[in-house]
């Protein structure tokens, strides 16, 4: 947390206010308390239009400081399954009448291959967030599972990366900067991901096969810091990410072990 706020001391209004040491505790315990009783206090009557209250001081404070997308905004949207089906219907429904319960058809067998599909839906979404204890390393570095596993902003990653191209056949080597084709926003992440690095160096194949280097070998030389640390080594160099396939379901065998000090 004060490596983000660090980073976003010159917001209006805000930014003096995240330098403050007290407040990065405020923010850190706060959100732990959040998380843990927000749930409740949603579903208990007398502390729900305050706990709805809280939310949604607490999803803009996300929304503005740390940029997470739509995020914020779907968890508030959300919040209506906490209040009852008659609130919610005479705040955003008033002009609709539905019809009596006795009128309503029974169930059909489209609906039921609905709700079939979206159980199966829901137990991925559950397994998703778990693959990761199943793959070697430490997630937050080497990104095996990361994605959908609910580790949001439990990691701040920066890096550099660069790539050596070798011709077999000519003996010929030369390096390529990432950054004479990705945006700045797209080099603010890309030396620390993995599958970007990857295809980011088939795009380079790519390139090279077409003005004739048929058998291009393709390496990264790359640092990247986690959390504060020293940067360290992040790419294997000795492997040719060119002739190199992408796993799917299994851990990125390139990507060098984390060393804590």
């Known amino acids: 947390m004060r490596i ?5 001391a010159d917001l209006p209004l805000i930014g003096p206010l995240v330098q403050q040491e007290w407040f990065l505790w405020v923010v850190v315990y706060g959100g732990v308390l959040f998380d843990l009783f927000i749930v409740p206090l949603l579903l208990w009557r007398r502390t729900r239009l305050a706990a709805f209250l809280v939310s949604i001081a607490f999803h803009l404070f996300n929304s503005i400081l740390f940029q997470v997308g739509v995020f914020p905004y779907l968890a508030l949207g959300f919040s209506v399954f906490f209040f009852p089906p008659e609130t919610v219907r005479r705040i955003f429904f008033r002009r609709r009448t539905d019809a009596p319960a006795s009128a309503r058809p029974a169930v059909s067998r489209g609906e039921r291959i609905a709700v079939a599909a979206l159980a199966l839906y829901f137990v991925v979404q559950v397994a998703l967030p778990l693959r990761h204890w199943f ?15 609910w580790h949001m902003m439990s990691r701040s990653k920066t890096g550099s990366i660069y790539f050596r191209l070798h011709d077999p056949e000519s003996g010929r080597t030369w390096s390529v900067g990432a950054h004479e084709r990705l945006s700045r926003k797209q080099m603010g992440r890309f030396a620390t991901r993995p ?3 990857w295809q980011f ?15 291009v070998e393709v390496r990264a030389i790359g640092v ?32 060098l072990p984390l060393r804590d000090p």
Request: proline content about 7%; aromatic content about 14%.
């Open 135 to 149: 793959y070697p390393g430490y997630v937050h570095w080497n990104e095996d599972g990361h994605r959908m596993s």
């Open 195 to 197: 599958d970007m690095i």
């Open 201 to 215: 160096a088939q795009r380079l194949a790519r390139e090279s096969r077409a003005a004739g280097i048929d058998r």
């Open 224 to 255: 990247v810091s986690l959390n504060g640390r020293t940067p360290q080594p992040y790419v294997d160099p000795d492997v040719d990410l060119a002739s190199t396939k992408w796993s799917y379901f299994g851990p990125t065998e390139w990507i």
């Open 4 to 8: 983000w706020f660090g980073a976003r």
